[in-house]
């Protein structure tokens, strides 16, 4: 209604973006206050641009607008002065929200979630009435305050204040009217009510939903139900029971029947139940039972029931699958079970089969050897030069199939998990000044020279598996000899870190191809095939020495030139890392026997006739 003509239309603003919840409330408004003026507006910006071009009497402000909220909206009406009762309509009941919107202007607020045609005329109507009373006083205020010389004036503004206050009453008295009228037409109000919420349940398809009478009577019936049931909702509301639905059983009715004498109307009940489709196709449905009460009615009492459910046959079918799944897996599982404990038995047996058969090889071989160095001793005397070649030849077929052999049984306790560490005190300078007085042996019988150079400053001190560390600085400077015609062969021994020290052992031999360096390592592997032939090795040296080394904790890696020579590097710990050190995933050592290192080759001095000979320096080594 305008300030200036009070036989005006009361002028309701609507603002809210949810187009479905503004033509609902207008709705409403129409019908319950005939005589008032509904707008609408989507944004804030949208409202206060309307506020500005016209006069509104009430705004309906949703709290959360795409651009401001309410707080916002009502500081901007504050700021510019704008004369208008703004009822705020918030998502949900807030104390202190309600304290702000108060403190900013707000007339009243409402919570959307309970708002009702009711409440919602009751209060347009009472702050309608508030708003023309506050207007009535504000003109008296007004005309308090005037001068004397304009008693006149204000005694006509008080007029016109008294006639505005008795059409305000009357305004007030038709809004009571329609009040009234409103409570009288409950019916018509159920029945929009109604529609609007058959409208919310036709827009969930995923799950059917119906209510009843106390009688079971079908009063509502959603298109979700429709789908499930393949039922239209016109031949079944007010026609049938909502017992036919389902699979007509003594167990599925005294099933229904129990849930519903069980049923509180504080609590829900859910359960599966066998359903009938139109077509009779069954289903399984996961309903649950929930009590529709009357309004006004004894708390004891139900106005009917509400059953929501799902069709969950595919649900139940997946399940099924999942479980032969799970017993076929937990089957797959047991088997392979099975076959690692074969497995397990298999690598024993053959960890046992080779340790017997090294055994059994090594004490011959070690005669061999053993009678081959006395007799290139002249412990027998002497002996012709081709006599001499011959045995020499014996004794270094007999060494390279020791150290095949020890290979292959070293190879096979790592990869069987049969290997323990022996972590213990020691010095760099004593390991290499083991490895320097051996290797030198090697060099010398291919007229090669080995010297080393110590980096390290002061005493390096390690805490490691010393035989292990030393096997693989021996093989790397075996490897180094065998295949360096001429020159040299070079260690360097300086720290890589404060944990690590980084061995290197250099040569000017014969190198490695560039496409041969990431195979080197490999089992059975050499430069290429006539590596073998020529210099002769196993080909599982370095092999065995990496897998020592990752044991230790410790790398290597090499770099090569052909012709020019090779270079490999070791950086190893100082201390035995912890995982390695408790045995952690690693090897135990299946017994002492099964390998000979060089400390208990017995020296040819000590070798009587007759003996099983024994291991020479160099018939531990791998090549």
């Known amino acids: 209604m305008s300030r200036d003509d009070p036989t005006s239309r009361p002028a309701i603003l609507i603002v809210d973006d949810n187009h479905t919840f503004v033509d609902l409330t207008a709705e409403i408004l129409r019908q319950e206050l005939p005589d008032a003026e509904v707008g609408s507006a989507g944004s804030g910006e949208e409202a206060l641009s309307q506020l500005v071009n016209r006069e509104w009497d009430l705004v309906l402000l949703d709290y959360r607008l795409p651009d401001f909220d309410g707080l916002e909206v009502l500081a901007e009406i504050r700021k510019r002065l704008l004369d208008v009762a703004v009822v705020v309509i918030t998502g949900e009941g807030d104390e202190a929200l309600a304290a702000d919107l108060f403190r900013m202007g707000a007339y009243d607020y409402l919570v959307k979630s309970q708002v009702s045609a009711r409440s919602l005329t009751r209060t347009v109507s009472q702050v309608l009435m508030r708003k023309l009373l506050a207007r009535d006083i504000v003109l008296k205020a007004d005309g308090q305050l005037a001068t004397s010389q304009e008693q006149e004036e204000r005694n006509r503004a008080l007029d016109i204040a008294y006639e505005k206050v008795r059409e305000k009453k009357e305004q007030l008295r038709l809004l009571s009217n329609s009040l009234e009228a409103t409570i009288q037409e409950r019916t018509a109000e159920l029945r929009s009510m109604s529609a609007f919420l058959n409208r919310v349940l036709d827009s969930t398809t995923d799950h059917f939903i119906i209510a009843t009478d106390p009688q079971g009577v079908i009063l509502t019936f959603n298109r979700g139900a429709e789908a499930c049931f393949r039922l239209q909702a016109t031949d079944v509301v007010g026609r049938r029971n909502f017992r036919t639905l389902f699979e007509e059983s003594a167990e599925s009715d005294a099933g229904l029947d129990s849930l519903v004498h069980q049923l509180g109307l504080s609590a829900g009940i859910s359960r599966e139940m066998h359903a009938v489709a139109a077509d009779g196709s069954g289903f399984i449905a996961r309903i649950s039972l929930a009590p529709l009460a009357v309004e006004n009615d004894a708390a004891s009492q139900a106005g009917g029931l509400v059953?929501?459910?799902?069709?969950?046959?595919?649900?139940?079918?997946?399940?099924?699958?999942?479980?032969?799944?799970?017993?076929?897996?937990?089957?797959?599982?047991?088997?392979?079970?099975?076959?690692?404990?074969?497995?397990?038995?298999?690598?024993?047996?053959?960890?046992?089969?080779?340790?017997?058969?090294?055994h059994e090889l090594r004490t011959p071989l070690n005669a061999i050897i053993g009678y081959a160095d006395l007799l290139l001793g002249e412990i027998y005397g002497r002996m012709a030069a081709e006599q001499v070649a011959a045995v020499d030849g014996v004794a270094r077929r007999a060494n390279d199939l020791l150290e095949l052999i020890n290979g292959i049984l070293d190879l096979a306790r790592i990869e069987a998990g049969q290997l323990r560490l022996r972590p213990e005190p020691f010095s760099l300078t004593n390991i290499m000044e083991e490895l320097m007085e051996t290797g030198r042996v090697l060099a010398v019988r291919k007229e090669l020279t080995l010297d080393w150079t110590n980096d390290c400053e002061g005493a390096v001190e390690f805490h490691t598996d010393r035989q292990k560390l030393r096997q693989i600085l021996f093989n790397l400077v075996h490897n180094a000899v065998k295949f360096t015609r001429e020159g040299s062969i070079h260690i360097e021994t300086s720290h890589a870190d404060q944990d690590h020290v980084q061995i290197v052992v250099a040569d000017s031999g014969v190198g490695i191809p560039?496409?041969?360096?990431?195979?080197?390592?490999?089992?059975?592997?050499?430069?290429?095939?006539?590596?073998?032939?020529?210099?002769?090795?196993?080909?599982?040296?370095l092999t065995i020495s990496r897998k020592f080394a990752r044991l230790l904790g410790a790398s290597i890696t090499v770099t090569s030139e052909l012709n020019r020579g090779s270079r490999f590097v070791l950086s190893v710990p100082r201390q035995l890392p912890e995982s390695a050190a408790s045995n952690g995933g690693t090897p135990k050592l299946a017994s002492e026997s099964d390998s000979l290192s060089l400390d208990e080759a017995p020296s040819v001095d000590n070798l009587e006739p007759g003996e099983g000979g024994a291991l020479t320096e160099e018939g531990r080594l791998l090549g």
């Open 307 to 358: 059953i929501m459910g799902t069709d969950v046959t595919h649900e139940k079918q997946l399940e099924q699958e999942n479980v032969a799944y799970i017993n076929q897996i937990e089957r797959a599982n047991e088997d392979l079970r099975k076959k690692n404990q074969q497995i397990l038995e298999a690598t024993r047996l053959k960890s046992e089969f080779l340790a017997n058969v090294s």
């Open 514 to 541: 560039p496409d041969a360096l990431t195979s080197i390592f490999d089992e059975f592997r050499q430069a290429d095939g006539t590596s073998t032939r020529e210099y002769g090795g196993s080909g599982l040296g």
